[in-house]
């Protein structure tokens, strides 16, 4: 069965240091989709990054980056010099062939930049 | 190009009342979901509909129910409203063979007295 697991309720990063935050996952299906996605505080989701089950290198779309841990079944996002703009919840998705394309979702880790 | 649009955007019914929250998009994906997101809480699947035609029920279908009446349009039923279904509604959408990315609408909050 399809399960997502955010660890981290809540997590606190000083202005322009790095940040993770974890997920981990687990499917039984060989080919699946993961995804993180900010929620700020206006309630919209944004797509931040993806990575494919079978993609040899980790993701990276400017100062988000996936560290895809296969073994261990972990996707984490690393976020490099963190903004105050950067507060907001972080959601962690996966989608396999389950059913039909199914995405679930982790409970989310709000992060908070401080100044 | 709207994206995935989702009407109305607040509504607050009483127990017992029934609604239909509308979700449309113009991108001609193929698949559509439906979320709910309680308070500080994640998106849980309610409903999808992976091809037009067909529906599945995701972790919490109790008390809803869904139509995917064409490509562009998913609509979810709330036949009885209970104050247990007061939250933030999310429709999705996704185009199977194209992107990856899941595209949302800005979500109803919905009130149930």
């Known amino acids: 069965a399809q399960k997502i697991t955010q660890t981290q309720p809540g997590m606190f990063v000083q202005e322009k240091e790095a940040v993770t935050l974890d997920c981990t996952y687990d499917t039984s299906d060989p080919s699946y989709g993961l995804f993180w996605y900010k929620q700020p505080s206006s309630g919209e989701m944004i797509f931040l990054i993806y990575?494919?089950?079978?993609?040899?290198q980790n993701a990276t779309e400017g100062r988000y980056s996936l560290n895809f841990q296969k073994a261990r079944k972990s996707a984490n996002l690393v976020i490099s010099a963190s903004q105050l703009g950067d507060s907001a919840m972080y959601f962690c998705?996966?989608?396999?062939?389950?059913?039909?394309?199914?995405?679930?979702f982790g409970a989310g880790t709000r992060l908070f930049v401080k100044a | 190009n709207a994206g995935v649009t989702q009407t109305p955007k607040f509504q607050v019914l009483k127990t017992g009342q029934s609604m239909t929250l509308q979700c449309a998009q113009d991108?001609?994906?193929?698949?559509m979901y439906w979320y709910r997101q309680d308070p500080g809480m994640g998106l849980r699947l309610i409903y999808y509909s992976a091809s037009e035609g067909t529906t599945d029920k995701g972790e919490v279908p109790n008390g809803y129910n869904v139509s995917r009446l064409n490509k562009r349009e998913f609509s979810l039923r709330l036949e009885s409203a209970a104050p247990s279904q007061t939250s933030v509604y999310f429709c999705?959408?996704?185009?199977?063979?194209?992107?990856?990315?899941?595209?949302f609408g800005p979500g109803t909050r919905l009130t149930v007295l």
């Open positions: 999705a959408s996704i185009q199977l063979a194209g992107s990856n990315e899941q595209f």
């Open positions: 991108m001609n994906h193929n698949s």
């Open positions: 990575q494919g089950s079978y993609d040899q």
């Open positions: 998705a996966m989608r396999d062939h389950t059913g039909g394309f199914k995405t679930i």
